[in-house]
């Protein structure tokens, strides 16, 4: 008798979180629009966030935000085969247009006064830059970030 062979979703998952984030309204921001844009889950590192009233459709009701102590801490956590991908400006970012998302990835953004260090971006496989010549937002950074994926790949 032939065996059913499961099938299985191929389009992976993503998180995305902030590094020592300074506004707590960046990480409500950026958590409505994780879960809005498919998500899997979200996080901060080093810094703790509570849910706040603003966000009126009560993501933390609908995916995820963990809290990691350190860097190591987070990588030590990343899911099975997942990339931590590095969202900063450098010389040397890949621009965002060109970047070929993992079918598995962490989204890691930086501080808003002073981003992600050097010794942070040698933690990620990749590192990838928006457009513009000046920094944006963090929230709205990340939200840029996951509109690019969801529009190269299917969710
Ligand atoms: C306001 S920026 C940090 C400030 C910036 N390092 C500076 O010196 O002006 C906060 C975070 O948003 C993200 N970000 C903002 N604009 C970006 C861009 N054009 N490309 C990639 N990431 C960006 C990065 O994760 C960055 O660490």
Same mark, same amino acid.
């Given at each position: 008798?032939?065996r059913?062979?499961?099938?299985y #979703?191929? $389009?992976? %998952?993503?998180?995305i979180?902030?590094? $020592? $984030?300074? =506004? #707590?309204f =960046?990480?409500g921001?950026?958590?409505r629009?994780?879960? !809005?844009l498919?998500?899997? %889950?979200? %996080?901060?590192?080093?810094?703790k966030y509570?849910p706040q009233?603003?966000?009126v459709t009560?993501?933390?009701?609908? !995916?995820?935000l %963990? @809290?990691?102590?350190?860097?190591?801490?987070l990588?030590?956590?990343?899911? @099975?085969?997942?990339?931590?991908i590095?969202?900063e400006?450098?010389k040397e970012s890949?621009?965002l247009?060109q970047f070929?998302?993992p079918?598995r990835?962490v989204?890691?953004?930086?501080? #808003?006064k !002073?981003?992600?260090?050097? $010794?942070i971006?040698?933690?990620c496989?990749?590192v990838?830059?928006?457009?513009g010549?000046s920094?944006l937002?963090?929230?709205v950074?990340?939200?840029?970030?996951?509109?690019?994926r969801?529009?190269?790949?299917?969710?």
């Open positions: 008798m032939a059913l062979k499961q099938q #979703e191929g $389009n992976g %998952f993503y998180g979180g902030i590094l $020592n $984030n300074a =506004n #707590e =960046n990480v921001t950026l958590w629009t994780a879960y !809005i498919g998500a899997a %889950f979200i %996080f901060t590192v080093t810094k509570k009233s603003s966000d009560k993501a933390w009701t609908k !995916i995820p %963990f @809290h990691y102590r350190t860097i190591d801490e990588k030590w956590n990343l899911p @099975h085969s997942t990339k931590l590095g969202v400006m450098t890949i621009p247009i070929k998302h079918i990835g989204y890691l953004l930086g501080n #808003e !002073i981003g992600l260090s050097e $010794n971006l040698d933690e496989e990749s990838v830059s928006l457009p010549d920094s937002n963090v929230a950074a990340g939200s840029i970030l996951m509109y690019d969801v529009s190269k790949i299917e969710i």
